[in-house]
């Protein structure tokens, strides 16, 4: 295992020595849900059809490494949203999810440095597309939560690349991007909390575990454990 060092309260690096040159890189990943963005929105949703708990359990679990299978996971999850009003995805932006703190000045920071920007999420569309627009981020990959009537079915549609954007799919994605914009994947910093980050923080050459799970944390060359996304700014110059 590599020397552990808390740089600063709640700052911990591993494997390496600060600071890096942020203009050295030349993409940033996020994660969305609890990286990005304050919620799981998956589980703000269910709360709607009154099964945050039992869907909630899961998130959790799939977070935490302790069900391997995400894309499984992930249906059981979006089948309990069965007949959930579309409308509730709305309610569900407009008063439950916020950036979570230090977002804007990281990309910020990234885009001034020259980085695309990259989100990448398990999460589904209708808030990657919003939180896109809020952060001014270059590409995203998500999922779609079909609707009929007006109502969720319960199924995911299928996109030209697959049905459902998992850890490895999320990692085929980074890599994909640093590739259509003519870097190395080292030239790549990825920033995730749950377990299904971990494949593409392994591809990129500089990892980040925001507020993350404990076997995210350990795996990360930066922890940020407490306070904001901007935080990472403090190790790079």
């Given at each position: 295992?590599?020397?552990?060092?808390?740089?600063?309260?709640?700052?911990?690096?591993?494997?390496?020595?600060?600071?890096?040159?942020?203009?050295?890189?030349?993409?940033?990943?996020?994660?969305?849900?609890?990286?990005?963005?304050?919620?799981?929105?998956?589980?703000?949703?269910?709360?709607?059809a009154g099964r945050k708990?039992?869907?909630?359990?899961?998130?959790?679990?799939?977070?935490?490494?302790?069900?391997?299978?995400?894309?499984?996971?992930?249906?059981?999850?979006?089948?309990?949203?069965?007949?959930?009003?579309?409308?509730?995805?709305?309610?569900?932006?407009?008063?439950?999810?916020?950036?979570?703190?230090?977002?804007?000045?990281?990309?910020?920071?990234?885009?001034a440095a020259g980085l695309?920007?990259?989100?990448?999420?398990?999460?589904?569309?209708?808030?990657?597309?919003?939180?896109?627009?809020?952060?001014?981020?270059?590409?995203?990959?998500?999922?779609?939560?079909?609707?009929?009537?007006?109502?969720?079915?319960?199924?995911?549609?299928?996109?030209?690349?697959?049905?459902?954007?998992?850890?490895?799919?999320?990692?085929?994605?980074?890599?994909?991007?640093?590739?259509?914009?003519?870097?190395?994947?080292?030239?790549?910093?990825?920033?995730?909390?749950?377990?299904?980050?971990?494949?593409?923080?392994?591809?990129?050459?500089?990892?980040?575990?925001?507020?993350?799970?404990?076997?995210?944390?350990?795996?990360?060359?930066?922890?940020?454990?407490?306070?904001?996304?901007?935080?990472?700014?403090?190790?790079?110059?």
């Open positions: 295992m590599h020397m552990t060092r808390e740089i600063a309260p709640g700052l911990v690096v591993q494997g390496w020595t600060p600071p890096l040159a942020l203009a050295d890189f030349r993409l940033i990943a996020f994660d969305m849900d609890s990286t990005l963005i304050n919620i799981e929105c998956i589980d703000e949703i269910a709360d709607a708990a039992e869907v909630a359990a899961i998130t959790e679990a799939a977070m935490r490494g302790e069900i391997t299978d995400f894309k499984d996971s992930l249906r059981r999850r979006v089948a309990l949203l069965r007949g959930v009003p579309a409308s509730a995805l709305e309610a569900v932006f407009r008063e439950r999810l916020q950036l979570n703190p230090g977002a804007e000045a990281l990309v910020q920071a990234c885009r695309k920007t990259l989100l990448v999420s398990g999460g589904f569309t209708y808030f990657a597309d919003r939180v896109q627009g809020l952060l001014q981020l270059d590409h995203t990959r998500s999922n779609i939560l079909e609707i009929v009537d007006g109502v969720l079915t319960g199924g995911l549609v299928e996109q030209d690349w697959g049905d459902i954007c998992d850890g490895a799919e999320k990692r085929r994605t980074l890599l994909a991007t640093c590739e259509a914009i003519g870097c190395r994947p080292e030239q790549a910093i990825a920033v995730g909390d749950g377990a299904n980050d971990l494949p593409m923080m392994e591809a990129a050459g500089l990892s980040v575990a925001y507020h993350a799970k404990p076997r995210v944390r350990e795996q990360a060359m930066v922890a940020i454990n407490e306070g904001g996304l901007d935080r990472l700014l403090e190790l790079l110059r």
